[in-house]
């Protein structure tokens, strides 16, 4: 059973509300609202918008006598050995990053080309030794971004990691929401040098600076390329929401990037409702492996006629076809708003024109 | 998520099961217990209506109010029982229950002028005026037999939509 069909279009439509359109009004076409109690049931009891966001840890294996003392051995070995092993690996990834990004930040100010330059390799050297943390295993495909203006960088969005996971190959500036701890305190001292943009989702004013400050960067030719995830939010790499058009009306080349975690190793998804990122890394740092691969696909342009939202969904299309995700109507930010009442109103509309048309058929 | 069906027992579930009269099956049942922990996020017992408004798809229908109302803050057994209606084993019988209830906002057994009234109003918002809706109303209630001070009971229900082809069910997905 095909559950996962985009069911939005059909819901608008005026087949969800069967009335006959050529017959007179009577009373029992008013008083039967079986058709608007079916579809809020049905959302009650599946709907494909709490489907994106719902973790997937691998299949439980450990469930007879003898593969469960195998699975405590492998416990044993991923929390004693491996975890403190990655520790080490990621603490001397750090410091030797800090011991040489520190003195490059500071005393090189005045030489910026050799500066940059530095400080986009040391950063794909950190984020190589936090891959290294969790045992990733990432395989690249295609053409390796590269340096140009006008072009930004779209893929779809799982957990933070996608971030690091891109960063190893390529020093991307990416457009991020600005967290708080010890991540935000990251954001605004390393990843600032690599131009990287900040914004909070939760307040509008923000959107439109974050939108100059984008048209910005893309014009300058030796700025870091830019990496956007037009999903705005983590969604659980089954499935992608809707793209938001604000990367899609630069008037830029738009390269897209597809990323699928192998599911069998570890469930790469963050869900930031139910744990922290630090909760998150802990978890990825105590599996076997993190496997992925990475698609740069190719480089599309808004073509003749087509709208940027259109623009963006066609872009989406490309990406879930190459991931493997199932694409639903929906937009990201519903995980923090309600949606507008402008859906709610269209229904209505079109219960409205019905009656009032059956009205006139006397 | 794994984890829900090993928190509901089998006594749980011939209970639940029971409390809806057999309408669902003990995996539809074990479904829904799923779907119920995935909905109440601090596993409080019930979903609050705010969580119920956090599903897109329900929170966009224009009766959410009014099934807010009917469902929030009901525990698993209500629950089910709530959403038994929309079985493919319920009776039309039930179904045209459901639907009373829904009209009968305030629970006192009868449905006035005013209450279709505010039905229609959810289902139409600002695209007809007041005084549309009331003169559709009262056109159809008198042209069924009634006139705008009647109310309306469970029978009066059950006569007027009767068995005309009332399509009302959900499938309940088990994996």
Redesign the interface.
Known sequence: MDIDRPNIEEYLTPDSIHTPLHQKLLLRDLLDISPVLTEAAGAIIDDSFTRCFKSNPPERWNWNIYLFPLWCFGVVVRYGILFPVRVLVLTIGWIIFLSSFVPVHFLLKGNNKWRRKLERYLVELLCSFFVASWTGVVKYHGPRPSIRPQQVFVANHTSMIDFIVLEQMTAFAVIMQKHPGWVGLIQSTILDSLGCIWFNRTEAADRETAARKLSEHIKGSDNNPLLIFPEGTCVNNQYTVMFKKGAFELGCTVCPVAIKYNKIFVDAFWNSRQQSFTMHLFRLMTSWAVVCDVWYLEPQNLKPGETPIEFAERVRDIISVRAGLKKVPWDGYLKYSRPSPKHTEQKQQIFAESVLRRLEEK | ??NASSMLTQYDIEEVQEHCNNLFTQQEIVS?YK?FC??D?NAKGFISADE?????????????QR?LKM?DGLNFKDFVAF?SA?SNKASIQQ?IE??FK??DINSNGKVSFND?LS??RD??????SEK?REQ??S???E??G?TIDSFLFLDD?IK???N?G?????D??VD
């Open positions: 998520m794994g829904l779907r995935q909905l996020r119920f408004l956090s599903v897109p798809e329900f929170a966009l229908n224009p009766l959410s099934l469902v959403l929309f179904k459901l639907i829904v009209y279709m039905v229609l289902l139409s918002g600002s695209f007809m549309q559709v109303l056109g159809v209630l042209e069924a009634y229900f007027v939509i009767g005309s009332l399509k009302m069910e959900v309940v997905h």
